[in-house]
């Protein structure tokens, strides 16, 4: 079945950018949207944004710091860049993987179906 | 953004118990609303999509109702393992919001 794994640094300094890739294993990473989602610590989740295996991006906006989330095909990962990061920045950072669905008006309906462990971040100096 | 509420925060219950959290969308949603678990320390698990439709693989006494801006989650005859935060999310639109959460613990 499809895992999800995150990976990368567990301490970012302020100001400088947080990464992190998910690999995607037991399947493709094609034909699928990949999102990444965070939750502070004792706090809700918070959507960042998602990617198509063709690159095509949708961010949420609210984020303070820049976001940039690509994707590999070759090697079956997406990846999450955060810039100017800050204390507020701190959280559980997910990688999870986009179904859609269509309802009888033809109105497409996303959730998010697997999810990766997540990963601590944290943002000090 | 589209603000998603839910109430209560937190709930006290015991074994057996039928349990209803509500979600409230601050605008229309129709039915793009989907419910999640999520116990300490792990990630959150997919239940309910379009309101009331059950991932697979979800026992039978979860179900979800509503549409517009009003939806529900509701257990039946509550079991051990379903002490945990129940969030629910809208994806009429981007940005996808989440509520704040429900943790449902052992009274």
């Known amino acids: 079945q499809v895992q999800l794994q995150e990976s990368g640094p567990g301490l970012v300094k302020p100001s400088e950018t947080l990464s992190l890739t998910c690999t995607v294993s037991?399947?493709?990473?094609?034909?699928?949207?990949w999102s990444w989602i965070r939750q502070p610590p004792g706090k809700g989740l918070e959507w960042i944004g998602y990617i198509y295996d063709s690159g095509n991006t949708n961010y949420n906006p609210s984020l303070k710091s820049p976001v940039t989330i690509s994707v590999d095909t070759s090697k079956n990962q997406f990846s999450l860049k955060l810039s100017s990061v800050t204390a507020a920045d701190t959280a559980v950072y997910y990688c999870a993987r986009v179904v859609y669905y269509y309802d009888n008006s033809g109105s497409r309906d996303d959730a998010f179906d697997i999810w990766g462990q997540g990963t601590m971040v944290t943002v000090s100096s | 953004d589209i603000q998603m509420t839910q109430s209560p925060s937190s709930l006290s219950a015991s074994i057996g118990d039928r349990v209803t959290i509500t979600c409230r969308a601050s605008q229309s949603i129709s039915s793009h609303l989907n419910w999640y678990q999520q116990k300490p320390g792990t990630a959150p698990k997919f239940l309910i999509y379009g309101a009331s439709t059950l991932q697979s693989g979800v026992p039978s006494r979860f179900s979800g109702s509503g549409s517009g801006t009003d939806f529900t989650l509701t257990i039946d005859s509550l079991k051990p393992e379903d002490f945990a935060s129940y969030y629910c999310q809208q994806s009429y639109s981007t940005p996808f919001t989440f509520g704040p959460g429900t943790k449902v613990d052992i009274k």
């Open positions: 037991g399947g493709s990473i094609s034909n699928y949207y």
